[in-house]
């Protein structure tokens, strides 16, 4: 029996509340999780992907997209102006802006990684789950 639980930070938004960066589930709760365009906007991501990690199953899988835009991770968590996080991060709620190197934080958590480009799906599937948008969207599939 398949069962689905839909988690936001925000009330009434998804049918729980949660903070990724200490999700309020048991360990090896999960087989999949979908994290979709959350992690630029966290300020510990490094934890929220260890929380991530901590939840899934032994053999579960982590989908993970997120944009990355450079060779390196660019963020600093003393900006906290929203026209500088624009001008910096390209939104006013993110805090960093992903580069290449994100497979390795990925991987410190604990995870193996392969990226996954929008354009291998087939395309009736990139439009029902919203997976391709302008930039550079990667899906890591991470396993445990």
């Not at 999960?30 to 490094?46: A, G, Q, T």
């Not at 102006?81 to 580069?99: N, T």
Request: negative net charge.
């Amino acid at each position: 029996m398949a069962n689905y639980i839909s988690c936001d930070l925000n009330p009434g938004v998804a049918d729980q509340v949660v903070d990724i960066q200490d999700i309020p589930f048991p360990d090896k709760s999960f087989d999949i999780i979908w994290c979709s365009h959350v992690l630029e906007h966290v300020p510990d991501d490094r934890k929220a992907m260890r929380e991530i990690h901590r939840v899934l199953r032994d053999g579960g899988t982590a989908l993970i997209q997120i944009p990355v835009w450079h060779e390196v991770t660019d963020e600093d968590p003393s900006i906290i102006d929203k026209q500088e996080r624009i001008r910096r991060f390209y939104q006013a709620d993110h805090v960093r802006l992903y580069g290449d190197d994100v497979d390795i934080r990925l991987k410190e958590a604990g995870f193996s990684v392969r990226t996954v480009r929008p354009h291998h799906f087939e395309p009736e599937i990139v439009f029902r789950n919203q997976i391709a948008q302008p930039g550079n969207y990667e899906i890591f599939l991470c396993t445990k």
